[in-house]
DNA sequence: GAAAATCCGGGAAAAACTCCCGGTTTGCCG
DNA sequence: CGGCAAACCGGGAGTTTTTCCCGGATTTTC
């Protein structure tokens, strides 16, 4: 018997998970967990063998419920369910010890399919997630890789919307450092319009775009 | 009894509601579907009072899913859940003919509730919702608005990463042109920053966030 | 320790942007 | 029909930003 606890902030999603999951054989969900604080602490008096965690938890987000969980339970198997498919939260979820990663688009079955093999230590993941998988792995770790760490705090000061001032002033360096390393940044991103940076940025998680953009 | 259909492109998610109405004195499902396509086809073989529809469908927008139901049953009320709270999707939504919004955070009983409501013909929103009608209302129709439609276009072809050069190849003017219109674009909507602008461009559903930026 | 990388900023040329201008076209209203 | 206002289109000059080059100080790495 696999024992399963859910983690996503809507209750109609897990009660639908619940129902689905508790009528396949060999499957028992056997706790329920509205945010990353619920899920650490339920896993301290709940034995589970897999989670199945949705990554845009409200406030607090899935990726710290996946790191809470493993800390206090190391073995626990964690699927996670979500609804983006973007390289950031992928890698960011995997970086934080999930075994698999499923789109909410696919099939009942295929979620089933997937805490059968979780279960047994099997990564899981939906086609669409190992083809940006495979586009990450060709582009050789993202570009944003080979920024240095200075470059990389001014990108992300900027992603926020900060002026180049601004950002001089919060480093505590002239701002003509600040456009010098502007500068690099662009290069090295081969990004020629700042709407190329910004999409960048996002793409690797120095932004919250929901929150940011407001989308 | 309220007769209801429910449109979302998650199996999982329509069982959820299915099973949470269903047990609801005076309320029943009589119908799913998990596209625009499959919500049209479907209203013509039933009867039903309300909708219930998720805006952001796979393939094609919830906001065709509306207009198509609502041409082929004027009286149905639809209630939109949706995830998001950006002012794009809302404005979208109630100018599609949407009775009401609710974000999928809310608890069940407002659901419910909200059914209820809107089948009488009255308007429900959440709160967070109703905050940003609020906002819109106040900022007087969106900044957006005193654009000239050539200044539009020209926003919306640099959200989505468009140099000036080739936006003025595009549109078939002089590059000068396009850097004229940028320059009174940035004036009246008061951005300093491409950032800004990008962040307006989104907020307006200029450009589609989670396409775009891969998010 | 030496070598390499990073951090930091100056200076000058190049590119981009702002602001102002005038001409043309379009649609509206007295 | 004759203004008239608004939108469309682009030139020019001045200002600002960006780029590209430089060299020295500091830190990391082998």
């Given at each position: 018997m696999i024992r399963i606890i859910l983690v996503d902030d809507h209750a109609v999603v897990r009660n639908g998970y619940r129902r689905l999951l508790d009528a396949e054989p060999g499957l028992q969900v056997v706790g329920e967990a509205g945010s990353a604080d619920e899920a650490n602490s339920l896993i301290l008096h709940t034995e589970a063998d897999v989670a199945l965690v949705d990554l845009s938890l409200r406030g607090s987000s899935g990726i710290e419920a996946i790191r809470g969980m493993l800390?206090?339970?190391?073995?626990?198997?964690?699927?996670?369910?979500?609804?983006?498919?973007?390289?950031?939260?992928?890698?960011?979820?995997?970086?934080?010890?999930?075994?698999?990663?499923?789109?909410?688009?696919?099939?009942?079955?295929?979620?089933?399919?997937?805490?059968?093999?979780?279960?047994?230590?099997?990564?899981?993941?939906?086609?669409?997630?190992?083809?940006?998988?495979?586009?990450?792995?060709?582009?050789?770790?993202?570009?944003?890789?080979?920024?240095?760490?200075?470059?990389?705090?001014?990108?992300?000061?900027?992603?926020?919307?900060?002026?180049?001032?601004?950002?001089a002033s919060s480093m505590h360096v002239s701002p003509k450092t600040v456009l010098n390393y502007l500068s690099l940044i662009r290069q090295k991103l081969d990004a020629d319009s700042d709407f190329k940076l910004l999409h960048l940025a996002a793409r690797h998680g120095l932004v919250d775009i929901h929150h940011a953009l407001g989308a």
């Open positions: 800390l206090r339970q190391p073995k626990l198997k964690i699927l996670v369910l979500s609804m983006h498919d973007g390289a950031s939260h992928i890698t960011q979820a995997l970086r934080s010890g999930a075994l698999g990663y499923l789109t909410k688009y696919c099939e009942p079955a295929d979620v089933i399919d997937g805490i059968r093999r979780i279960a047994c230590g099997k990564r899981v993941f939906s086609p669409e997630i190992a083809q940006v998988l495979a586009e990450e792995a060709i582009d050789g770790d993202g570009a944003l890789a080979h920024l240095t760490p200075r470059e990389f705090e001014v990108l992300r000061m900027l992603a926020h919307g900060e002026s180049a001032i601004r950002i």
